[in-house]
């Protein structure tokens, strides 16, 4: 089945750091591929459209300066959290669909990083 | 606005019995509905789906129902086993599933031996 890979799965770090996460989808490739953010006890929230070899789309609300996408592949996106503070520890995840098949496709998700910012 | 909600943040159940999640909807544009299973420190899962053509899926174990005049989706799991507990995320999505998704905030789902 279709494997999307996430790396880190935890960071920790200090206040003003920037953190860069991977996201690959590992045996299929995606022009597309999603990131959300999940606070505790609430549902995933989409932060961008990440698309291959295009800027990303931002969700209102979601600072483009703050969270860098790149996707420079159709295998892999990064998201990169600049100068994190404290109020961006969360739970950060990604997704992807296979572009070749019906449009109908799931998404498939990677296990996650969980960002904690001192 | 919680366009997608499940108002049960935790359903306990026996093995071997019916196990039923709901979701309900606000947004009528929505036309591909999937649910998602979530263990701790891991990514949802994709589960099952069903496009607004249907009003039923059936995969295994596992049915979603889909009631378009009522804007209301539900799981069944028959027979639930221990390992099905888990968060349980219903999503909905507009124009087929390539387009962004709309979660709900999960249901816990407790299936004792």
């Known amino acids: 089945g279709a494997v999307v890979s996430q790396h880190p799965s935890r960071v920790i770090c200090k206040s003003g750091t920037s953190v860069k996460i991977e996201c690959r989808s590992l045996d299929f490739q995606a022009t597309t591929m999603f990131w959300y953010r999940q606070f505790p006890k609430q549902s995933l929230m989409l932060m961008a459209t990440?698309?291959?070899?295009?800027?990303?789309?931002?969700e209102q609300g979601v600072e483009k300066d703050k969270f860098l996408i790149n996707h420079a592949s159709l295998t892999l996106s990064t998201l990169t959290v600049t100068s994190a503070h404290p109020e961006d520890s969360s739970f950060y995840i990604c997704?992807?669909?296979?572009?070749?098949?019906?449009?109908?496709?799931?998404?498939?998700f990677g296990d996650g990083t969980r960002l904690s910012i001192l | 606005d919680q366009q997608v909600k499940q108002n049960s943040p935790s359903l306990s159940v026996q093995e071997g019995r019916i196990s039923i999640l709901n979701c309900d909807y606000t947004n009528s544009m929505f036309d591909y509905f999937l649910w998602y299973k979530k263990y701790p420190a891991e990514g949802p899962t994709f589960l099952i789906s069903i496009s607004s053509i249907k009003d039923k899926n059936e995969d295994g174990r596992f049915t979603v129902f889909l009631n378009k005049s009522a804007k209301h989706l539900s799981l069944h799991i028959v027979p639930s086993q221990p390992g099905d507990s888990a968060v349980y995320f219903c999503a909905a999505s507009v124009a087929g599933g390539s387009e962004k998704l709309v979660f709900g905030k999960g249901t816990k789902l407790t299936v004792n031996p």
């Open positions: 997704s992807a669909r296979e572009m070749t098949g019906p449009t109908d496709q799931p998404q498939h």
């Open positions: 990440s698309n291959e070899g295009s800027k990303a789309t931002y």
